[in-house]
């Protein structure tokens, strides 16, 4: 298994403003998830964090919006840039338990996200 | 692209009923996975099916994986309120891309 340590667990930020989320695992990883889930929604996978190569990004989602940063493999950030009300959400970072083999996913606490 | 539906979208039951979601997926999947969500919490792993026919039970919930490995169901027996939560699929078609359907919220009333 895998821990996660993700902050901030809350924030409320002006539109217009940019937060920075940091998810810390307590193992080495390949991979880190990013996702967004809306109010009463399901999970949107963002984005996939390779340490030292770009993030790939899902269909809907722009490095200039959500710049991630992956600087070694126990650690990455995502920024969600210029926000506006309808940036508020709940983001997870995520990894896998076993990435040789597809096996559960351990996810952070989450970051709810309210922008006013 | 791939997707994962999930039926119902919420269900309510009198405590002591079963409860049943379903999973359907447009491509055969390699892998399926339950979680569990609070309310205020994050997703939390229940388990993963990967055989075709495979199914699971861990206390009241029982699991199931499609012969076709394209449909998935949990069902749990005699509802409790700690059962309470929006359960999850997720389904993987052997690429490292987990697709999670849209949850079915359980309302288990005392």
């Known amino acids: 298994s895998a821990v996660i340590s993700q902050k901030p667990s809350r924030d409320i930020c002006q539109r217009g403003t940019s937060l920075t989320i940091q998810c810390q695992v307590d193992s080495q990883v390949t991979m880190m998830f990013w996702y967004r889930q809306q109010p009463g929604q399901s999970l949107t996978l963002i984005a996939t964090a390779n340490q030292g190569s770009e993030a790939t990004y899902e269909s809907g989602f722009v490095i200039d919006k959500f710049p991630i940063s992956r600087p070694n493999l126990t650690f990455s950030t995502l920024t969600v840039s210029n926000m506006s009300p309808e940036d508020s959400s709940i983001y997870l970072c995520?990894?896998?338990?076993?990435?040789?083999?597809?096996?559960?996913?351990?996810f952070g606490q989450g970051t709810r996200l309210t922008v006013v | 692209g791939q997707q994962v539906m999930q039926i119902p979208q919420y269900q309510h039951v009198q405590e002591g009923e079963d409860f049943t979601t379903y999973c359907n997926s447009s491509t055969t999947l390699s892998n399926i996975q339950w979680y569990k969500q609070r309310p205020g919490g994050h997703p939390v792993f229940l388990i993963q099916l990967v055989k075709s026919g495979e199914v699971k039970k861990q206390k009241r919930l029982t699991f199931q994986f499609g012969e076709a490995k394209k449909n998935s169901s949990l069902h749990i027996t005699a509802t409790q309120t700690t059962d309470v939560g929006t359960y999850f699929c997720?389904?993987?078609?052997?690429?490292?891309?987990?697709?999670f359907g849209a949850g079915t919220r359980l309302f288990v009333k005392a």
């Open positions: 997720a389904g993987t078609t052997g690429g490292f891309k987990t697709i």
């Open positions: 995520s990894v896998e338990g076993d990435e040789k083999r597809n096996t559960e996913a351990f």
